[in-house]
């Protein structure tokens, strides 16, 4: 079975400052795709960045960073200089190879709270 | 990026009524949309995914007849909650999959359910 850990309830961060924010995931599949999206007080899901299993880089979108360690199963989130808007709960996800339908599995996430 | 509405954002409803949500693509085609649900501070339960000219596919545990769910064109899924009661209550969120080089999931803006 599949399985995404977030062990953070929640974190606190100093504006201007780097917070990485954890994620560990489980599954038997050769082929899977990590995520981790972000979700404001208002509802929306934000999709932040995306690790694919293959892929040998660390992605990385503008100031967010995913730390991907395969052999540790670990998907962290780097955010670089935080800005009082990342205030958020942030989810990590497991996309496997289930198929072809590609549903996502979510963490219970992590609430980021940036201090200014 | 891709966008994805939800139509309405949040209703009000008595028990013992339906209530129809809409999910749209609106500017990309998905074959495949996804119905999740989310209850206040927690991550997000996958529904049902489901799969335009065909049923929808119900995670275990989720009835079918209780949320019924339409995926009539490329572009349009619609998740019916029947003879709602105040358990039913809760923000459920509609994705969109596109195809692509991550093949990720947009997200709509989600639907506030309050059955009295």
């Known amino acids: 079975a599949q399985k995404i850990t977030q062990t953070q309830p929640g974190m606190f961060v100093q504006e201007k400052e780097a917070v990485t924010l954890d994620c560990t995931y489980d599954?038997?599949?050769?082929?899977?795709?990590l995520f981790w999206y972000k979700q404001p007080s208002s509802g929306e899901m934000i999709f932040l960045i995306y690790?694919?299993?293959?892929?040998?880089q660390n992605a990385t979108e503008g100031r967010y960073s995913l730390n991907f360690q395969k052999a540790r199963k670990s998907a962290n989130l780097v955010i670089s200089a935080s800005q009082l808007g990342d205030s958020a709960m942030y989810f990590c996800?497991?996309?496997?190879?289930?198929?072809?339908?590609?549903?996502?599995?979510f963490g219970k996430g992590t609430k980021l709270s940036v201090k200014p | 990026g891709a966008v994805v509405s939800q139509h309405p954002s949040w209703v009000i409803c008595k028990s013992g009524t339906s209530v129809k949500i809409e999910c749209r693509s609106l500017?990309?085609?998905?074959?495949?949309m996804f119905w999740y649900r989310q209850f206040p501070k927690q991550s997000l339960m996958l529904m049902a995914t489901?799969?335009?000219?065909?049923?929808?596919?119900?995670e275990q545990g989720v009835e079918k007849d209780k949320f019924l769910i339409n995926h009539a064109s490329l572009t349009l899924s619609t998740l019916t909650v029947t003879s709602a009661h105040p358990e039913d209550s809760s923000f459920y969120i509609c994705?969109?999959?596109?195809?692509?080089?991550?093949?990720?999931?947009?997200f709509g803006p989600g639907t506030r359910l309050t059955v009295l």
């Open positions: 994705s969109a999959r596109l195809t692509g080089r991550y093949n990720e999931q947009f």
């Open positions: 599954t038997s599949d050769q082929s899977y795709g």
């Open positions: 690790q694919g299993s293959y892929d040998e």
């Open positions: 996800a497991m996309r496997g190879n289930r198929g072809s339908q590609g549903n996502l599995i």
């Open positions: 500017d990309f085609q998905a074959t495949t």
């Open positions: 489901s799969n335009e000219g065909s049923k929808a596919t119900y």
